[in-house]
């Protein structure tokens, strides 16, 4: 038997001028809400191009909900109205429409003209932006497993896990990555961007508001990322100035000579907690997270040697903390594979008293129990 349509029906369908005009309505007012949304309320705007791009959300916000409104409505409407009928034959098709020029011709320029507006509203933010005049304050912003580095051009050493900017200054920012792909974001500012190895990206941004605000990581990068936060501090110029002015005269005042014996267990905890915890536990040698647990580092009889094949004593530990270490050196025999990298002390910002006091930590922790 031939497949008969379904008895021809004319127009859109009963109730069709009803259910737009509460479509109408409904899109009226969830535009209402999207306009008036006070987003800065919730997520405080801090810098520059923040309000800028709340607009440029809300811009799309508005069209996107009309089409999801219209869209979604006469679906579900055009679906009731037309569904299969008891009455209908049984394997009943619906009207076959072959070509509507006139449907096509606006769903084609109306989209266009969304899209390009939207093109146009973004490019000139982003013009903006990279034409933002001053560049006063340029530095750059690191990645790591599992922290963030700042380096600022008056200062010789890097600053770590605090970034402090002067308000109303143009910053730029260059991230990059030490080791694997990290992410760079501070919702305040509304910007983000990945921290790759071997790429510079660069973020511009004016700080608007003074206080401190959330660096996140936002890329996957090890078993530590969810921990990897950073403050960035927006100063008045004037705190700024005292800041850098004291980083400034730290680093001056060199480290000391490196007297292992002024090690302080009880300082060497605490920073264990800040600088090393994020990669070593204090338990057995096999309870890793990215480096081998430290708990028995001087008295483990499975674990004669350090990874480095030194001797587990004071002198050569600290050893480890001033070089680094990364990996078993196969070209010498030595098997085994590297498990990761230890980082030396620039890039742990260690100074003697520090590499004393952790040396006295770790010395500590295998004489208990
Ligand atoms: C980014 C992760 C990371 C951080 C941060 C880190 N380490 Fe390590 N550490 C490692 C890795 C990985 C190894 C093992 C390297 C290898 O064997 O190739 C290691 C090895 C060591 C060793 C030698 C252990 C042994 O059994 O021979 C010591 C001691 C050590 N680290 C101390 C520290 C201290 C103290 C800190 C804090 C200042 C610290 N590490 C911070 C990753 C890290
Ligand atoms: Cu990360």
Redesign the pocket.
């Known amino acids: 038997m031939a497949q008969v349509t379904a008895p021809q029906k004319q127009g859109m369908g009963p109730g069709f001028w009803q259910v737009t005009a509460a479509l109408t309505v409904v899109n009226v007012i969830v535009t209402f809400f999207i306009i008036w949304l006070p987003i800065d309320r919730w997520l405080p705007e801090a810098a520059a191009p923040a309000p800028d791009i709340d607009d440029l959300f809300k811009f799309m916000s508005v069209f996107g909900n009309a089409i999801f409104v219209y869209v979604v409505g006469y679906v579900v409407y055009f679906g009731i109205v037309w569904r299969h009928r008891p009455t209908d034959a049984p394997d009943a098709i619906g009207i076959q429409i072959h070509d509507h020029p006139k449907l096509e011709f606006w769903w084609t320029v109306i989209p266009s003209i969304l899209v390009i507006a939207i093109a146009i509203f973004s490019v000139r933010i982003w013009m903006n932006l990279q034409n933002q005049l001053g560049d006063v304050l340029t530095m750059e912003a690191i990645g790591?497993?599992?922290?963030f580095e700042f380096r600022y051009p008056r200062l010789k050493t890097s600053v770590y896990d605090d970034m402090h900017i002067p308000v109303d200054t143009p910053v730029t920012l260059q991230v990059t990555s030490g080791?694997v792909i990290h992410s760079f974001w501070v919702p305040e500012v509304r910007l983000k961007a990945d921290m790759v190895p071997g790429l510079i990206q660069t973020l511009r941004f004016t700080p608007s508001k003074v206080g401190t605000y959330r660096i996140i990581c936002t890329e996957f990068c090890g078993v530590n990322h969810g921990n990897m936060l950073a403050t960035l501090h927006i100063d008045s110029q004037q705190d700024f100035g005292h800041w850098l002015a004291t980083e400034f005269k730290a680093q001056g005042q060199g480290s000391g000579p490196l007297a292992l014996n002024t090690g302080q267990a009880s300082a060497?905890q605490q920073?264990?907690g800040q600088?090393?915890?994020?990669?070593?536990s204090t338990g057995p040698?096999e309870q890793?997270?990215?480096?081998?647990?430290?708990g028995k580092?001087l008295s483990?009889p499975t674990?004669p040697?350090?990874?480095?094949g030194?001797k587990?004593n004071a002198v050569d530990?600290s050893h480890?903390?001033i070089n680094?270490?990364?990996?078993?050196d196969n070209s010498q025999g030595k098997s085994?594979p590297?498990?990761?990298?230890?980082?030396n002390r620039q890039?742990?910002a260690?100074s003697n008293q520090?590499?004393a006091n952790?040396?006295a930590?770790?010395t500590s922790l295998s004489q208990s129990k």
């Open positions: 790591h497993q599992f922290k080791d060497g920073l264990f600088k090393c915890s994020s990669c070593h040698f890793k997270i990215v480096g081998p647990g430290l580092l483990d674990h040697n350090l990874v480095t030194e587990p530990i480890v903390l680094g270490y990364q990996g078993p085994g590297s498990i990761g990298i230890m980082p890039a742990n260690l520090d590499i952790l040396v930590y770790l």
